[in-house]
């Protein structure tokens, strides 16, 4: 399964690389498009060895120091402990090297539900030495068929449940060719050739790759303004320090938390809160396959779970709700995704007592770089730096403007932004070794963080990022649109909602049975979450005289 070298040629690593397979090497920006890296603002935490394998040190670490016994993860009708844990994934580490062919560097995509058995592959990847591109089970052909071509994916691993989708794209590319050597291994499957049965028989240790610190782990791919997703790369360095930051100093959970949410493993928001934080301590989580808010205050009170990740939208639809369950259990509550309102806040704290620990992160970082905990929260501000990083305000030349000025966030730290061979968004992303978030922020003088807005076409609905010129390409391709402009628009419930501006072609009439026809049409092409939840007809679309879509424009009139 090793892939050719491309023409991105980088050098080579002080410290030798175990990838056999050298694409992501040869697919990273050049270093100097790299942000500046900081290891020394927290060096006794983040002066991690050069050689090192995140699997091990999450996992096998855990068990050697005691821990196997303890429960790993809870789930409707049983839990795993970490000695199961790590025993699953080592016989999916011999399966993937021994049965599949997996070579170190080679990239695996899964696609599932948050679950034990996703979990388990999730370190399998890592303990071979592969590069982990983790998928959400509401992802379309389009979208996963994107996602395997960019990245060169010949393998995946998939919950038998979402498998249609998943094996079409992985058996063709976005051009109608034939994937070369397009394979799909499902799990929760009990046919010959499923995971469980080519695991059966196999050892329960493994000999993990003796991987580089600052070899790839993963490739997480976030919604990019283009329309095209953007995969970010993130080494085995940045995984441990993402737990060694936030977690720590601003999270402060202890190994009898138990850990739940709603988002999925393939969000690096998710990732963090439901998997990677509460095993570098050694606590527990939920996994829930379904975690719209009733069902997560269900599985709060049956597990009695203490800390909570989700998004403000949910944070306000459970405070409705919350009074029919107990959840007396929960001490501790997180939210990202999208900028959480002072209302949101406020009535949460009504309802439960709790205050909302807010915070920002992105994918291009991998978690979160700004929030504030218990007395340290102020009411609508996404809070102070977390110690491991550096943040300020800059105007468009990155010069740092003065407390109280709306400017442009600026980040570094452990930590970075590096796109997968996508130099013109690497260039705007990192300025003078700045990761450059696409947030306007003001800071005051104290040092907190105050959101004012997006400064890129990005839609969050809900915690959930949407592309609009995404959006658009799937609605261009329907035979009544004609043209079409897509942006968010405010929305009390959601923070925004998609709107769609459609001007048809000749012989479509407008009217609410082609609202839904054209809803529907997008539902099933990508994501549900995608879908224009207005849609308005017009005559015409705002263009510069060079034909460019003002979507400003378009955002103008709704408000």
């Known amino acids: 399964m090793a892939e050719p070298q491309s023409a991105l040629q980088q ?140 990245a060169k994916i010949s393998l995946a691993l998939c919950d038998s449940r979402v498998a249609p989708e998943c094996e079409q794209a992985m058996a063709t590319t976005a051009a109608g060719m034939p994937r070369e050597n397009g394979r799909v291994v499902l799990f929760h499957d009990a046919h010959p050739g499923s995971l469980e049965s080519l695991m059966r028989g196999k050892p329960a240790d493994f ?68 998997l990677l934080f ?12 379904q975690a719209a808010p009733p069902h997560l205050l269900q599985g709060i009170q049956d597990h009695h779970a203490t800390v909570c990740f989700t998004a403000p939208t949910a944070y306000r639809a459970m405070a409705s709700l919350v009074k029919g369950f107990d959840i007396g ?4 509550c997180v939210s990202a995704g999208e900028t959480l309102p002072k209302a949101t806040f406020e009535l949460w704290e009504k309802e439960t007592g709790l205050k909302i620990i807010d915070g920002i992160g992105s994918t291009e970082m991998l978690h979160m770089f700004i929030g504030s905990s218990g007395d340290d929260i102020r009411p609508g501000s996404t809070g102070k730096i ?31 932004c590096r796109y997968l061979d996508y130099l013109e968004r690497q260039r705007a992303y990192v300025e003078n070794g700045w990761n450059l978030t696409g947030d306007s922020y003001i800071q005051d003088e104290d ?31 329907h035979p009544a649109v004609a043209e079409c402009g897509v942006v968010g628009i405010p929305d009390e419930a959601r923070g925004h909602i998609v709107k769609a501006f459609i001007v048809l072609r000749p012989g479509f009439e407008p009217g609410p049975k082609l609202v839904e026809e054209l809803q529907a049409f997008v539902k099933a092409e990508i994501a549900p ?16 005289l060079t034909g460019k879509l003002q979507r400003f424009r378009l955002r103008e009139r709704e408000q």
Not at 329 to 332: A, D, E, G, V
Not at 529 to 544: G, H, Q, W
């Open 447 to 477: 040092g907190y963080f105050w959101y004012q807005a997006r400064t890129d076409d990005m839609i969050i609905s809900a915690g959930n990022n949407i592309s609009g010129p995404e959006v658009e390409g799937v609605l261009l391709d």
């Open 278 to 289: 509460p095993m570098r301590i050694g606590a527990s989580s939920l996994l829930l396959e």
């Open 11 to 150: 050098t080579s690593p002080a410290e030798p690389s175990a990838h056999v397979d050298t694409f992501c090497r040869d697919a990273l920006p050049p270093r100097e498009l790299w942000p500046e890296m900081r290891y020394d603002t927290l060096p006794d935490l983040l002066a991690y060895p050069s050689r090192l394998n995140c699997a091990a040190e999450l996992l096998d670490k855990m068990v050697e120091a005691g821990c196997g016994d303890r429960t790993v993860f809870h789930f409707h009708g049983g839990h795993w402990t970490y000695r199961q844990l790590v025993e699953t994934a080592n016989r999916i580490a011999h399966v993937l090297v021994e049965d599949l062919g997996v070579v170190p560097g080679n990239r695996v995509l899964l696609r599932g539900p948050n679950n034990p058995m996703m979990a388990a592959c999730w370190f399998a990847v890592l303990k071979v030495g592969g590069v982990v591109v983790c998928t959400m089970p509401l992802l379309r052909v389009r979208e996963l068929t994107f996602i395997a071509d960019k």
């Open 386 to 416: 977390v110690p491991g990083y550096e943040a300020r305000v800059v105007d468009d030349e990155g010069n740092e403007v003065p407390a109280g000025t709306i400017g442009r966030l600026a980040v570094k730290g452990p930590t970075g």
């Open 529 to 544: 979450y995608k879908y224009p939840r207005a849609i308005e007809f017009v005559d015409s679309l705002p263009r510069t």
């Open 207 to 274: 000999d993990n790759c003796d991987t580089a610190a600052d070899d790839t782990a993963l490739i997480a791919f976030t919604s990019g303004t283009t329309g095209q997703g953007k995969g970010t790369m993130h080494f085995h360095r940045d995984v441990l320090a993402a737990c060694d930051c936030f977690p720590r100093y601003v999270l402060k959970a202890d190994p009898d938390d138990i850990f739940c949410g709603s988002p999925p493993l393939a969000f690096t928001y998710g990732l963090g809160g439901l």
């Open 329 to 332: 259990s929960l001490r501790k």
